[in-house]
């Protein structure tokens, strides 16, 4: 029975079998998030073509107030390298007008702007992102509709009641009417916002008060934020020109963009004297921004990444 069934069996062949050739997979001819020769060709040029846009004007006024006094400051295409560089330019827009008490009355203004931007700012914003109330929505649209109106529509009314609370010619006067930005409650509403509301249960479980929570959790968290407020409340505030104008009449508290107005009055055929002033109400704003630089950038992130 065992030798018939064995031999009714199919024979197996004992031949080897060709495998089945697999298809290799193609390789691409870039990776993934490469760039090729012309695409950055073309960034190359589209960054230089920036960076000359923006530095362009910069050089060009520094190499203006370097320049001696026989230089020529106008003509095509002139020169941008000074032949003779001097510092004197620069001591007579210091000697000409007071500028370093300008430059004290513009410190005085920035930092109130600042404090005031930041506190109002800040709480405000908390206020239209974690605390519910009746009527938020339509307060919310009230400010988004008055941040398109220019400070020149209410200059007139906000100059009567200046001069009606007495702070004519002060410079709490030129600080308060514009003490917070309604784009810096915006940006602190939304950076409010981000910030899950798990954290702020945890902090009422474990025993904090609104005010420990505010100050301990929910600041800590929008730091990035908070810097990008204060660069606009300083650039706000070191900026203004048309509202001090009005509201100063004594020239000892103008600040500087006020001030240099009477260098330019004086120096008008010497460009040298002009663009060495100009220079010296840049540099403060550039520090306040190289200073916090990382911080505004974080912020930034943060806004783009949670809104």
Do not use: C, H
């Amino acid at each position: 029975m065992t030798t018939t069934a064995a031999r009714t069996a199919p024979s197996v062949s004992s031949a080897p079998t060709t495998p089945t050739p697999v298809p290799k997979p193609r390789r691409r001819s870039r990776r993934r998030g490469a760039i090729g020769p012309l695409e950055r060709t073309i960034r190359w040029v589209l960054m230089i073509i920036a960076v000359a846009v923006v530095l362009g004007p910069l050089l060009w006024q520094l190499g203006t107030a370097l320049k001696g006094a026989g230089e020529a400051t106008v003509g095509f295409p002139g020169s941008l390298v000074p032949s003779d560089p001097t510092l004197e330019n620069f001591v007579t827009a210091f000697t000409a007008v007071p500028l370093g008490r300008y430059l004290l009355n513009s410190g005085a203004i920035a930092l109130l702007g600042v404090t005031f931007n930041l506190l109002l700012a800040t709480l405000t914003g908390y206020a239209l992102a974690r605390i519910p109330f009746r009527g938020r929505a339509l307060y919310i649209g009230v400010l988004l509709a008055t941040a398109a109106l220019p400070f020149e529509v209410i200059l007139i009314s906000t100059l009567l009641v200046t001069r009606g609370l007495g702070l004519q010619d002060t410079l709490l006067g030129v600080v308060l009417p514009q003490a917070v930005s309604i784009v810096s409650i915006l940006v602190m509403r939304q950076a409010f916002l981000a910030i899950p509301d798990e954290i702020e249960e945890a902090a009422t479980m474990d025993g904090a008060g609104a005010v420990r929570t505010f100050w301990s959790i929910m600041l800590p968290s929008v730091r990035g934020s908070i810097a990008v407020v204060a660069v606009l409340g300083f650039l706000d505030s070191w900026d203004q020109f048309l509202w001090p104008l009005v509201i100063l009449s004594d020239p000892a508290n103008y600040p500087v963009n006020v001030g240099v107005q009477f260098l330019a009055g004086a120096f008008s055929a010497d460009q040298r004297v002009i663009s060495a002033a100009a220079l010296i109400v840049m540099i403060p704003p550039l520090l306040v921004y190289f200073l916090l630089q990382k911080q505004v950038f974080t912020g930034l992130a943060e806004g783009a990444l949670k809104g």
